[in-house]
T-cell receptor
């Protein structure tokens, strides 16, 4: 069965510093997608970044980047120059390719940003 | 312009009541979802509809009944509410293939007393 593991229930970072959130997954498929979603206290779920498994290049979105290690089945999120607004729950999700498939979610990492 | 809109945002009701949550998306997506997020923030998919057709139906009590009148709307009706139904319910939409982003509504916090 496909699973997603986020081993850090809580993390904290100083404002302007860099933090890395870890995510590992288990799958036997070769074609899939990986996502990081952010859920701030407002509880809105917001897509932060997406990675296609067939792409070797790591995805980046402004201050957010991933370290995608396909062989190790690892998909960590790096937040650079952390801002107070980055404080949120972060969820890693795995999506198998194809139609009518469902996302598999990790349990989330709660990130606190200290001023 | 709200992309995925859920109503109501908050719902407090007594055990045994029947309630509905409505969801509408204006993104032109063909697939809509209902998720349940429990008090520990765990997200669990409940249902998924593609063009009004039920395509994912997880193990959910049959007190929960989704209805999709058209591909832009997916409502959730819950009969005989129980204390354990208290949670945040999210509606989401996307295109059928999972490589596209899922957009979420703002969630409905259901409290059963």
């Amino acid at each position: 069965a496909q699973t997603v593991t986020q081993s850090q229930p809580e993390m904290s970072v100083q404002e302007a510093e860099t933090v890395t959130l870890s995510c590992t997954y288990d799958t036997s498929e070769s074609d899939y997608y990986l996502f990081w979603y952010k859920q701030p206290p407002s509880r809105q779920m917001i897509l932060v970044i997406r990675q296609e498994a067939y792409k070797q290049q790591n995805a980046t979105e402004n201050r957010f980047s991933v370290n995608f290690q396909k062989a190790a089945k690892s998909f960590s999120l790096k937040i650079s120059d952390s801002q107070l607004g980055d404080a949120a729950m972060y969820f890693c999700a795995y999506g198998p390719a194809g139609n009518n498939r469902k996302l598999i979610w990790g349990l989330g990492t709660s990130l606190a940003v200290n001023p | 312009d709200t992309a995925v809109s859920q109503t109501p945002k908050y719902l407090v009701t007594q055990m045994g009541n029947d309630k509905s949550i409505k969801c509408e998306q204006n993104l032109g997506h063909d697939t809509m979802y209902w998720y349940k997020q429990d008090s520990k923030k765990f997200l669990k998919i409940m249902f998924s509809y593609n063009n009004k057709e039920l395509i994912i139906n997880e193990t959910v009590p049959n007190r929960f009944s989704p209805k999709s009148p058209d591909k832009a709307h997916l409502n959730l009706h819950i009969n005989s509410l129980e204390l354990g139904d208290s949670a945040v319910y999210f509606c989401a939409s996307s295109f059928r293939a999972l490589n596209t982003e899922a957009f979420f509504g703002q969630g409905t916090r259901l409290t059963v007393v």
